[in-house]
């Protein structure tokens, strides 16, 4: 276990954070952190981080200390390990979201068999102090099963939407309860589907929601996966972020699951970038209710850039970022991507990823009007060639205005790294 060091001095931004964990990372066990949050509720608790590991079979959750010292009033010395189904099922999360009562909330997916068997959505809600909540579900698990769609209605000239999802990424909880999150699977049954699911508080599937509790979707007919969501509170309206083989997008829908004409274009907003294809990673929504995009597109031969771009709620194009053109971020003679990223309470934007795929991993700072914060590290940017530098990463969260933590994997472990922001 990693034991705080408080013998460094104080780093500047864009700067590993000596004080937290061992020289600014803790290790943890497991084989990779998929998903982190903060504790944002005032009390003990406020500040500490929790997240969840995958394994070869089941997944992990964990708690550490505002200081990254595993917190041992959690589960077992830090730790609490569960699953989606039986010692034959695979689960594979993907997020994790502390709902409005503390209660910790894991979507992903069941994989059924060996690789390549068939692969179900899955959710479970686990109490304060990393115990499984048994009112949840079936015995604490969410378990989709549904049919998937065959040919679809058409219900917007870019979407079809039929009744009916796959990898679970971002989850938002209503004031009533009520969980929402979005899912896209490359594995079979529900093969190149993006799709909207809500549940009760109850962990059963909200027939409020479009009849039936949950809706797939294609962008023009192609194998669509949605990456994130986020809705505004002011409108009820739910925005999905989305990528293609071609293009990627946001789509609008309504706080029942129908189409919501009156985003972009008949619902749609498209994603421009000078090369293709655009891939998305990360959906956020600033406090004025603009959603911001994250993701990565292609230079040349295998090299990538990082990508940023901001529209207005309504989805068109918001001139007040970079001139009302998306930013482009890159390192000469290497490659970029950016995996992650949160907003901080200024609505700064916060991204992370790592250079050279897999290589060293890198934090910025974007400011509200869509530049690189000159203030942050070198021109917006941490120094990926830093001492104690994870290798990638997976996951960034503001856990204070001064503190940026990034999970990912570091000398092929676990690991939670903080950043001076």
Not at 53 to 73: C, N
Not at 115 to 132: D, H, T
Not at 352 to 378: H, M, Q, W, Y
Not at 392 to 417: C, E, H, L, N, W
């Amino acid at each position: 276990m990693s034991t705080q060091n408080t013998s460094q001095s104080p780093r500047k931004s864009g700067e590993l954070d000596a004080s937290f964990g061992d020289n600014g990372t803790t290790l943890l066990e497991g084989s990779e952190v998929k998903a982190l949050a903060v504790l944002k509720a005032p009390g003990a608790d406020q500040g500490k981080i929790i997240g969840v590991i995958s394994t070869a079979s089941d997944f992990i959750l964990f708690r550490l200390e505002k200081d990254g010292v595993l917190d041992p009033t959690f589960g077992t010395t830090g730790y609490s390990r569960w699953g989606f189904g039986n010692t034959s099922t695979r689960s594979v999360p993907a997020s994790i979201t502390v709902l409005s009562d503390n209660k910790i909330f894991v979507a992903g997916h069941a994989q059924e068999g060996s690789i390549g068997g068939n692969s179900y959505p899955a959710a479970a809600r686990f109490n304060v102090n990393g115990s499984p909540d048994l009112t949840f579900g079936v015995s604490g698990v969410f378990s989709f099963r549904e049919q998937p769609p065959t040919a679809g209605n058409t219900s917007a000239p870019y979407l079809q939407q039929t009744s009916a999802i796959g990898n679970l990424a971002v989850v938002e909880t209503n004031e009533d309860g009520k969980i929402l999150f979005c899912s896209n699977n490359t594995i079979a049954p529900y093969r190149d589907w993006g799709l909207l699911i809500q549940l009760t508080s109850t962990g059963e599937l909200d027939t409020t929601f479009n009849g039936q509790g949950y809706a797939f979707f294609k962008l023009n007919g192609q194998p669509t996966s949605s990456i994130g969501l986020v809705t505004q509170k002011t409108s009820g309206r739910i925005i999905v972020g989305g990528t293609t083989a071609t293009q990627s997008f946001l789509a609008g829908f309504t706080n029942i699951g129908k189409t919501d004409t009156s985003f972009g274009e008949d619902g749609l907003a498209e994603l421009k970038s000078d090369t293709a294809p655009l891939t998305l990673s990360k959906l956020l929504l600033q406090s004025d209710e603009k959603p911001v995009a994250i993701g990565r597109v292609p230079t040349t031969g295998s090299s990538r850039k990082g990508y940023v771009t901001r529209t207005l709620p309504n989805g068109k194009t918001d001139s007040t970022f970079n001139n009302g053109l998306p930013l482009t971020i890159d390192r000469p003679l290497t490659s970029l991507q950016l995996n992650s990223g949160d907003l901080d309470s200024g609505q700064s934007i916060i991204v992370a990823g790592e250079l050279n795929t897999r290589g060293l991993s890198l934090v910025g700072r974007i400011t509200k009007d869509g530049t690189l914060d000159p203030t942050f590290g070198t021109a917006g940017l941490s120094n990926p060639s830093e001492p104690g530098t994870p290798n990638y990463t997976t996951s960034a969260v503001v856990q204070t205005d001064t503190q940026i933590v990034i999970a990912g994997r570091k000398d092929s472990k676990p690991s939670v790294s903080r950043y001076q922001a």
